[in-house]
């Protein structure tokens, strides 16, 4: 079982629709057993992967969602009637994932903001946990992890869940500025906490033309940078207008009439295999 996140410091980069098509295309094409975990209080990967008439009934009907992986604590209900009574967190090997199409996940939920400003004794080895102790034993083959646009406790978590991350970018010079920066945080996080995490690279993101000046200098510039040369995807995805339009009913590429995006796709999930020795 590998574990893969998609980070970047810069929003709207491309991590969430990137992340989820790697998912797709690992289990449509390649027949793996995948998971994705929504570590995004913006919980957008969710949104793509739930109508929002499913997701406010599962939390309606109390079904778990990545909050219980991160909010141990002990909660006191307070009532008029009975008096204080106190809930207990759920033991985090019993936390369901859902199956939603081809994939399975256990859903975002947007009260991580509020998580975010109460202390939380080792929240940041939550999510380990919990693929160790929930996932691990299941027999799935990928866990992909979307993550949020700041270097917040949400993406350490990741990454100390994770053997390898992924930066997907935009290939414009703004775009370009914050990979430096990010590769240093992830580095000092990976010594921080001793992690065996692997950059597999940058993959350029909603790409107009692959012939065009913005996309072929970015390339060049990673290219002739001794911290980037070898860590670039030969591969890239296209930018698609149909997909931002149609994300929410019907988010995978692989399902679109459209040869390029598909190949495309295909070309850049055969590289993370061959990357990381699975083919
Ligand atoms: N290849 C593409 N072609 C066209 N539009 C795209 C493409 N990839 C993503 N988009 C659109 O760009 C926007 C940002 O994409 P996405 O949500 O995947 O980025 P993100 O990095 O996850 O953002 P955030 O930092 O907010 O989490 C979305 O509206 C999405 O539909
Ligand atoms: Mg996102």
């Given at each position: 079982m590998k574990t893969i996140s998609f980070v970047n410091?810069?929003?709207?980069?491309?991590k969430t629709t990137v992340a989820l098509n790697v998912a797709d295309c690992l289990a449509r094409t390649h027949g793996k057993k995948v998971a994705v975990l929504d570590v995004?209080?913006?919980f957008n990967a969710t949104q793509c992967l739930f109508t929002p008439d499913a997701y406010v009934k599962m939390l309606k009907a109390g079904e778990e969602t990545i909050l219980d992986v991160f909010d141990t604590d002990v909660k006191t209900l307070a009532s008029v009637v009975s008096g204080a009574a106190t809930v207990e967190p759920k033991e985090i090997s019993e936390i369901q994932l859902r199956k939603s199409g081809l994939l399975w996940t256990l859903p975002g939920n947007i009260e991580l903001y509020r998580l975010e400003m109460v202390a939380g004794e080792g929240r940041e080895f939550s999510l380990k946990r919990f693929i160790e102790q929930?996932?691990?034993?299941?027999?799935?083959?990928y866990i992909i992890i979307d993550t949020p646009p700041t270097p917040s406790i949400w993406m350490s978590s990741a990454l100390i869940a994770s053997d390898y991350y992924v930066i997907p970018v935009r290939p414009d010079p703004l775009s370009m500025i914050g990979i430096d920066l990010l590769r240093s945080i992830i580095e000092r996080r990976r010594k921080t906490y001793g992690l065996k995490l692997n950059c597999l690279g940058v993959v350029f993101t909603m790409?107009?033309?692959?012939?065009?000046v913005n996309y072929s200098t970015a390339r060049q510039n990673l290219k002739e940078n001794a911290l980037w040369k070898d860590k670039v995807f030969a591969s890239y995805i296209p930018k698609r207008t149909d997909l931002a339009r149609q994300q929410l009913e019907q988010p995978f590429?692989?399902?679109?009439?459209?040869f390029d995006l598909r190949t495309n796709l295909k070309n850049f999930v055969s590289e993370i295999l061959e990357k990381i020795d699975d083919k």
């Open positions: 410091m810069k929003g709207g980069v491309g995004d209080p913006q929930a996932i691990a034993p299941k027999d799935f083959d790409v107009e033309r692959p012939d065009s590429m692989l399902k679109m009439d459209d």
